[in-house]
């Protein structure tokens, strides 16, 4: 079993930056490929960011390129969201998700966060 804890969330202004954060307990997580979702009010989850096991490989949702950086840290078992140049759209609320491949579908990841929300005013 993992345990994932996001942190970071907050209130932001449009084209501010925040930098998200989820912990793992339980298992290290270096056997696993991390990924960032959201879910805006009224609207379905979304693929957000994900990074291979090594760190060498991520992959990230068209909505976010040149914004946002996945990042992890096997040896402290944490895996980061840095979010620049936010817009109002990108409020939500953020989950991490741990899983056994690099993919954007969510069915894919068997372990999830409690979500961390972020909100961005215009």
């Known amino acids: 079993q993992v345990q994932l804890v996001e942190s970071g969330g907050g209130l932001v202004q449009a084209g501010g930056s925040l930098r998200l954060s989820c912990a793992a307990s339980?298992?290290?997580?270096?056997?696993?490929?991390l990924a960032w979702f959201r879910q805006g009010p009224g609207k379905e989850r979304e693929f957000v960011a994900a990074?291979?096991?090594?760190?060498?490989?991520?992959y990230n949702a068209d909505s976010v390129k040149g914004r946002f950086t996945i990042s992890r840290s096997n040896a402290k078992n944490t895996v980061s969201l840095q979010m620049n140049s936010l817009k109002p759209e990108d409020t939500a609320i953020y989950y991490c998700?741990?899983?056994?491949?690099?993919?954007?579908?969510?069915?894919?990841?068997?372990?999830w966060g409690q979500g961390t929300q972020v909100t961005v005013s215009s």
């Open positions: 990074i291979s096991r090594s760190g060498g490989s991520t």
């Open positions: 998700a741990a899983g056994a491949v690099l993919a954007s579908h969510g069915s894919t990841y068997a372990y």
């Open positions: 339980g298992r290290t997580l270096n056997t696993y490929t």
